[in-house]
């Protein structure tokens, strides 16, 4: 099983509104990544999570905030968004081999996030 | 700045001609990966070259790795429509420990438009 399954596939919020997006993976994997992808530009790195824990954050703002419940799930809970966070938000995740930084990233299908 | 530079940024060719994508940098990368990503989904990895002047074949993909290890190519023999999407090339840079972990880092991209 080489799949990553995001949910929702669309999502369509208010400003005011809290809402989460979901990854899984059962390839074992130990490091999981949320990127954020405008359109016709290539995935700009969010956050990366290493054996459950945060270990990069790319000065991503605060209204955007990752949770990883164990080593198989990857949640990106959204509030107070802005119109220019509408995007695709994609889930990724990889081996965590010692040593390397160089990990094959298999990506999830992403969600279509609108912000109105 | 960019770190990984893609050429040419969008190519519009008939099917059966042959085409090739370049993936340039100043930093020389421990591996270079090149993914194909279809509108609304995510990118699907192809193939990860590790050694200078390496050649991988993926069908009528060819893939290169330069021999500093900063540069590469994808030639596609006789494209076909099924070949259309954006082409992503990405660097993984080796990390001194795990807590130092880098993810990939994202080429511009190279959208590919085949017509029948």
């Known amino acids: 099983d080489t799949e990553v399954t995001q949910t929702p596939k669309h999502l369509v919020m208010g400003m005011t509104n809290k809402k989460s997006l979901k990854c899984e993976q059962h390839?074992?994997?130990?490091?999981m990544y949320w990127y954020k992808q405008k359109a016709k530009k290539p995935p700009e790195l969010m956050f990366v999570?290493?054996?459950?824990?945060?270990?990069i954050n790319e000065s991503v703002p605060s209204r955007f905030s990752p949770e990883c419940p164990n080593s198989s799930l990857l949640n990106l809970h959204l509030h107070a968004l802005q119109p220019e966070d509408s995007a695709l938000y994609l889930c990724?995740?990889?081996?965590?081999?010692?040593?390397?930084?160089?990990?094959?990233?298999?990506f999830g299908p992403g969600t279509r996030l609108t912000v109105t | 700045t960019q770190l990984l530079e893609q050429s040419p940024q969008f190519l519009s060719i008939q099917e059966g001609e042959n085409l090739t994508v370049y993936c340039n940098s100043s930093?020389?990368?421990?591996?270079l990966q090149w993914y194909r990503q279809e509108p609304g989904e995510g990118p699907v990895l192809l193939v990860t070259?590790?050694?200078?002047?390496e050649v991988k074949k993926l069908k009528r993909l060819t893939f290169q790795f330069g021999d500093a290890r900063k540069d590469s190519s994808l030639h596609i023999t006789a494209a076909q429509p099924g070949d259309t999407g954006l082409y992503l090339c990405?660097?993984?840079?080796?990390?001194?420990?795990?807590?130092?972990?880098?993810?990939?880092?994202f080429g511009s991209g190279t959208r590919l438009q085949v017509q029948p």
């Open positions: 930093s020389v990368f421990s591996s």
């Open positions: 999570y290493s054996y459950e824990k945060l270990s």
């Open positions: 990724a995740s990889s081996q965590h081999r010692t040593g390397t930084g160089d990990d094959e990233q298999y």
């Open positions: 070259v590790v050694t200078g002047g």
């Open positions: 990405a660097g993984g840079i080796r990390a001194q420990s795990n807590t130092g972990r880098r993810a990939l880092t």
């Open positions: 390839m074992g994997h130990r490091a």
